[in-house]
Nanobody
Framework: QVQLVESGGGLVQPGGSLRLSCVAS????????MEWYRQGLGKERELVAD???????KYADSVKGRFTISRDDVRNTGYLQIDRLKPEDTAVYYC??????????????????WGQGIQVTVSS
C-alpha cells in the first residue's frame, strides 16, 4: 500500500520553528488527503492539519496561524511548518494519508497509512 516516513522533529526553544516532512512511497497515486496528527503525553491523538489533493487546507483551532501544511506531489512529500512553538505543542507528531485504490479483483480498497511518529519537544 503506502508507507510514510517522518523527519524533522527535535528539541526547540519556545518561539522557535520546525518543519516536519513526511515522505510517501508505494501506491502514492492512491493518496487523497495528507494529514498531521499529534499526541501529547497522556492525551488523545488529535488532528492538527490536513490538505486535500487540490490544496484545500484545514487546521485545528489551537494551531491556526502558527502551523502551515503543504504537499509536493512531485516529491511525494508532505510538510508541516510549525512557527512560534509553545511548550504545549510538545507531542509525538504523526503524518497520515487516507486513500483508495482498485485491487486486482476490481474491489475498492480504502486505507489510511500512518507514519511511525516523530517527537517534537518545546522547552527552554
Amino acid at each position: 500500500q503506502v508507507q510514510l516516513v517522518e523527519s524533522g522533529g527535535g528539541l526547540v526553544q519556545p518561539g522557535g520553528s520546525l518543519r516536519l516532512s513526511c515522505v510517501a512511497s508505494g501506491r502514492v497515486s492512491s493518496i487523497d488527503n495528507m494529514e498531521w496528527y499529534r499526541q501529547g503525553l497522556g492525551k488523545e491523538r488529535e488532528l492538527v492539519a490536513d490538505i486535500s489533493r487540490d490544496g484545500t487546507t484545514k487546521y485545528a483551532d489551537s494551531v491556526k496561524g502558527r502551523f502551515t501544511i503543504s504537499r509536493d506531489d512531485v516529491r511525494n512529500t508532505g510538510y508541516l511548518q510549525i512557527d512560534r512553538l509553545k511548550p504545549e505543542d510538545t507531542a509525538v507528531y504523526y503524518c497520515a494519508a487516507p486513500g483508495r485504490y482498485l485491487d486486482d479483483e476490481g474491489r475498492w480498497i480504502v486505507f489510511r497509512a500512518w507514519g511511525q511518529g516523530i517527537q517534537v519537544t518545546v522547552s527552554s
